[in-house]
């Protein structure tokens, strides 16, 4: 069963809105705040709810993997480096996206972006020379433009892999 393009439609809208927030937010406290991350998925999961009921626990299996393989990294990289390099809200977030999207598609949001936050931190490096690849950069709004990106994917270039 085909959803309604108005349900698409608003729901493209507040995904836009939210992740707006949570990269403007970020970008400029470098910190993603928990109520953002709760709407973020609170309405994916509507959305997913409202679309095909039976699909919602297979997204919230998603959320729940997703949270942990990239706690998993996080740790990781702790463990090996002692510096914290992916921020618990970006964690979240990621998870919050899975609530979003199909399963097969995270892939494609992570390659967004990890090459946006590259590309940006190499135009930074230009603009401003070699100190600035040392730089803390929020992951944030880099991984909002994979969301956006990934969902428009799905949603309007019919790119959902055929399975969910």
């Known amino acids: 069963m085909a959803t309604h393009p108005s349900l698409v439609l608003a729901a493209t809208i507040a995904l836009a809105v939210v992740l707006a927030a949570i990269a403007i937010a970020d970008f400029r406290r470098q910190i993603i705040p928990d109520g953002l991350n709760l709407a973020l998925a609170g309405i994916g999961l509507c959305y997913q709810l409202a679309t095909d009921a039976n ?54 949001l992570l390659f967004i972006a990890s090459a946006s936050a590259l590309l940006f931190v190499g135009g930074q490096v230009v603009a401003t020379g070699p100190a600035a690849a040392r730089a803390r950069v929020a992951f944030g709004p880099f991984i909002a433009i994979g969301l956006g990106s990934s969902w428009a994917l799905e949603q309007f270039a019919g790119l959902d892999m055929g399975l969910l």
């Open 55 to 108: 699909g919602l626990s297979v997204h919230l299996l998603f959320a729940a993997a997703t949270f942990a393989a990239a706690w998993l990294l996080r740790r990781g990289h702790f463990l090996m480096t002692g510096r914290i390099g992916l921020g618990l809200g970006d964690v979240k977030m990621l998870a919050a996206a899975a609530c979003w999207i199909s399963p097969l598609l995270l892939p494609v």
